[in-house]
């Protein structure tokens, strides 16, 4: 699979994060991103689309993050869902690690960790 094949979701209840995160996908050549502003519509939108990767923030209305991924890990057990996250980050890592999450991220998400993530992914 090359970069420019990969879709991403991204669900954040933040706008700003949404933009930032799509402009730093765009600019390494990711092209389908699909945006979600809170869990329930993170889990529509991955049934719709099944993109390759997901970018969850853990902290958000209607559904948590947490609620989503074990959703979305039903629905396809080998959905690649990346959790990030700036609050109780010790006991939200263990609950994604249980729930299936692929990886775990510190907010604010940098560059260099999108990157690295998407290498681990593409060595799979």
């Known amino acids: 699979m090359k970069i420019t094949e990969i879709s991403v979701l991204l669900c954040d209840d933040s706008q700003l994060v949404r ?62 869902v990346v959790m990030a996250s700036t609050v109780g980050t010790q006991k939200n890592l263990i609950n994604a690690i249980k729930e299936g999450a692929f990886e775990f991220l510190q907010k604010p998400v940098k560059e260099d960790d999108i990157l690295k993530v998407i290498n681990l992914m593409l060595k799979e």
Do not use: C, H, W
Request: glycine share 6%; charged share 35%.
């Open 19 to 80: 933009k930032k995160l799509s402009e730093t996908l765009g600019r390494i050549g990711i092209t389908a991103i699909y945006q979600a502003e809170d869990g329930e519509q993170a889990v529509e939108m991955y049934k719709e689309n099944k993109p390759t990767l997901v970018f969850m923030d853990i902290v958000m209305p209607k559904k948590t993050g947490i609620d989503a991924l074990r959703e979305i890990k039903e629905f396809d057990p080998s959905a690649k």
